[in-house]
């Protein structure tokens, strides 16, 4: 969405220094920006009157109203809400005619797809009714610098967290990236401060992060803010073509030389960064860090002191190993002082120095976490990580909000802290606000995004629905939380009294008095305390019998942490809202192999029945939980069930096989009578489309964003949702683990040597991508099967009865069309499997033009032989070759 506030201002290029949607000065009847796809959206009329409110720039400093909301226009809102009724009127009254026309030729499958046909209308209808009415909330920058009397240091605090793993999975160059991004956001260097969780205890992550440390210090950060570069992850910005914006820095003249000390100063600091693979393994060669352990040597990993990293070791050992360490928090930079400190200016006797006497260089802190791990605990993944972070944090700086990370994603607009906090310090739901929500982007995804990674009908359609109840979900990353809210504590409107003031008790929080005190104080911790303190806090057995994982912080036992805890707060009674910017607030690397985005599915599907199976179903919350926003959780958490009909659907031509024979004539129609059946289908699923169109204007979206999401949520029908279905019944009826969920890697390096989206062409064979294969070999044969019986039938009626009739012909046509239409949304997983022969799509079509000309040919073949002894019979099979599959036509199609 382009930038409105420069228009606003007379013209111009918005630039760096305000990249947000629109300003302050934006007239009520304006439009939210310029863009074609904004057009379509308008303010709200209660609006008009709030946006003159002044009473927040009084001695009473109450916060003045810090966004504006828009909605979309009648225009399209108006038939968008009656297309939804007509269809829904059109469903039911199609459900009912199936009930009073009990026909089929096989009655259990009659059976099961009007129980399909009823999950359909009752998903499509839980998918629609959120998104009826849709908001749009514009942060506004000039108020809020207005607010704070343009003085930074009355920003709220910030902790930010980053969670990583592994240092070949999750690259490092792309996690060092994310901090640098975070260590030179436009925010004050005081107000925030980055706690960085190794999960896996690597020396390799914390030397790293002293390295980035380092850069940081000397001349990324400084750089950053004496030119106000987008975006600060220096990996991303190099590779950019050109710079956004106007320039907005404080020395346009110096700018290109301290870009080019810059770059060659990053490209010294990655070559670091690759050399801490090898130079740790050496060190530790060299070092005598040797031991015995029941007569096996054990050599130690050393850090630079010589002393013995307390983390899991290079070759692993008794205590330090992955799943066994002890826990280690490491304070890389401390704390900055209150009052900006300025740099030096450049240095008469090197060439290479920069000025950087007019710039503030301090730093934010930066703290590196790595938790306690033993044998016979359920470290809970990420949840159990952030929850660390939540504790150990409180003891250093307690910031009344956090934000998290994942390691691949980074800061690509410097605004992003302070658009949050126009919504958490806005007058009207500022208190009541649990999280901000920032929609994912991603960068090195092919252009036209095979795999649906961008996913933008969730993030910029799904989500600007919930926007206008109780507001979005949280979806991992990017999201910023009030620290009150994720200790369980209720929303202000559910304490009358405004008792903000946790009673902390050991039960609930743990054993840590000085974490507790931390619990009703939103100030900073004055002085540091003791190392074992905040160890403590870190240790495996800490939550043992309270309850964290459960109503404190972040949940457990479930894949989806991130939407049950969502779901935990809207339950209490909180909301949540989105910001969606201009330039993307953050950005992050999608999985481009299709294997691994078919696993990061898995997970998230099979956390989602997880959800819905357990105690935080959303059937089961409590009044606080608004009904549309009931509504949407469980179509979030029940989706994955649609699979068990879609591959009935897709599996059909298996089942006329075994039944044409047994039917007069050949045909086999599951619902009579054969047409009015097939005219309420056209209409159902021709009014779905329709509706499709007409969110996708308002939304904002593509053709192409559209048609992504259709063929993904078919190819994750096929294979990743059944064997979702299947990890809940053995985990909650049988009581076994179920199915283990795969982390998702990340290993395509920028600007690397690989070519560009090589890793789109490697093939990651795995079971999971089995199903699929098998329902595209089903509809390849069932298009093959009916083109040869076509032929065969042709023939034999052109000698019985002189043809076939138009009728017959526009059934088969019909029939073929559905499993072609398989096939079509099908076509991404195709390529997928094909490798770098997917470079070429035309391969693929001959493939499968091939393909089902060899089973024409086949059966062509096979008649031949025996069609002496069988005669005219076959042309039953010729015409039951289409229509049996045309019947089935799922009408719940959701879009």
Sequence with gaps: MAPS?????????????????????????RQVGGDAKDKYWVPAEEEDELICHGGGLGDGRQPPLLYRTFRVSGVLLHPYRLLTLIRLIAVILFLVWRMKHRSSDAMWLWWISVAGDFWFGVTWLLNQASKLNPIKRVPNLSLLKQYLDDDDRLLPAIDVFINTVDPIDEPMLYTMNSVLSILATDYPADRHATY??????????????????????????????????????????????????TYEGLAPEEFVGDRRIVRREYEEFKARLDAIFAVIPQRSEAGDGGGNDKGRSVKATLMADGTQWPGTWTEPAENHKKGQHAGIVKVVLSHPNDEPQLGKPASSESDHAMDFSAVDIRVPMLVYIAREKRPGYDHQ????????????????????????????????????????????????????????????????????????????????????????????SYVGTGCLFRRVALYGTDPPRWRPNDDAKAIGCTAKYGNSMPFISTISSDCSIASLPAMAELEDVAKCAYEDGTDWGRDVGWVYDVATEDVVTGFRLHRKGWRSMYCAMEPDAFRGTAPINLTERLYQILRWSGGSLEMFFSRNCPLLAGRRLRAMQRVAYTNMTAYPVSALFIVVYDLLPVVWLSYHHRRRGGEFHIQKPFP?????????????????????KWAGLTMLDWWRNEQFYMI????????????????????????????????????GARERFAEMYDVHWAPLLFPTMVVMAVNVVAIGAATGKAV?????????????TAVQIAGALVGLLFNVWILVLLYPFALGIMGSWSKRPWALLALLVAACAAVAAGFVAVHAVIAAGFGPSWLGWSRGASVCVTAVLPSGWRV
């Excluded at 009015?676 to 996708?696: K, N, R, T």
């Excluded at 064997?723 to 890697?745: D, N, S």
């Excluded at 065969?792 to 076939?804: K, N, S």
Aim: hydrophobic content about 50%; overall charge neutral.
């Design 676 to 696: 009015e059946y097939v005219a309420y289908l056209v209409a159902v699923i021709a009014m779905i489309e329709v509706i499709g169109v007409v969110e996708i």
């Design 381 to 472: 993944k990420k949840a159990g990580a952030m929850n660390v972070q939540l504790r150990v944090s409180a003891l250093l700086t307690n910031a009344p909000f956090v934000i998290n990370f994942d390691g691949d994603h980074y800061i690509n607009n410097s605004q992003a802290f302070r658009a949050a906090m126009c919504f958490m310090l806005d007058a009207r739901h500022g208190d009541d606000t649990a999280f901000v929500q920032f929609p994912q982007r991603f960068d090195e995804v092919d252009p036209t995004d095979r795999y649906c990674n961008h996913n933008r009908v969730f993030f910029d359609a799904t989500l600007l629905g919930l926007n206008g109840v109780q507001g979005p």
């Design 196 to 245: 960085f969780s190794d999960d896996g205890a690597s020396l390799v992550h914390y030397e790293g992060l002293l390295e980035t440390a380092r850069f940081a210090a000397a001349v990324w950060v400084p750089f950053c803010r004496k030119h106000r570069v987008e975006p600060r992850a220096p990996e991303f910005y190099f590779a950019a073509a050109k710079a956004a914006g």
């Design 5 to 29: 506030s420069a228009a606003g201002r007379g013209g111009g290029n918005a630039g760096l220094a305000d990249p947000l949607l629109a300003a302050g000065d934006i007239d009520g009847a």
């Design 792 to 804: 065969v039938g042709g023939w034999t009626a052109a000698q019985v009865a002189g043809g076939w």
């Design 716 to 751: 994750g029908a096929t294979g990743v949702y059944p064997t979702a279905v299947l990890h809940i019944l053995l985990k909650r009826v049988f009581g076994m683990k179920g199915v283990r969920f795969k982390l998702t890697a990340k290993q395509l390096a920028v600007g």
